[in-house]
């Protein structure tokens, strides 16, 4: 059931490139068919998937690798549209922002360390349970990894909509600028 929500995106991506023919749309299909790959390979693998040493764990780690790498370009420079400014000051990000540069920064470095958080659940902890404390270890990485993912799908969606903003990459909008709604009452 894991592979589902890749599956869907990789079809919708299929569909608006054969209706809009642009490029982007089977660069991002791939971006899904990757992350369809190391859910497969678990549910082909299911016994030696997660044994170190293993056919399915080499593949995993290969698959999830490339996935994962292929995302977080994707998130760069498509998602935020970062790395295109030539401007002095403004390396590795765009000519229009909203937000301070340390934002984008920190953005950069926390995606790359998030999007490469699996690499946790590949070590086997040893996880005990105290009688005493009623959270594990494994209870609190678990939580972890949930606020960590909310804060990275948090910073990419406010640098996501801000670069769509700006530059209209998908032409939701036919009017390049946004009129300011309050413009006509400040007379």
Known sequence: VGFLPFWFRFWQCLNKWHYTRLRAH???????FSKLLPPLITAIYTSSAKSVGSQGFKLYIIFNTIATLYCMIWDYY????????????????????????SFYYFAIFTNFVLRFWWVISIFNYPFKTDPLNPMNTLQI?????????????TQWALIRVENEFYNNFEAYRKVPTIPNLFSDFDQ
Not at 26 to 32: E, M, R
Not at 78 to 101: E, I, N, V
């Open 78 to 101: 498509m998602d935020w549209g970062l790395f295109r400014s030539k401007k002095s000051g403004r390396y590795g990000l765009r000519d229009q922002t909203k937000y301070a540069s």
């Open 141 to 153: 990485l678990t939580m972890a990894s949930i606020l960590a993912e909310g804060l990275r799908r």
């Open 26 to 32: 089977l660069y991002n299909a791939g971006k899904y």
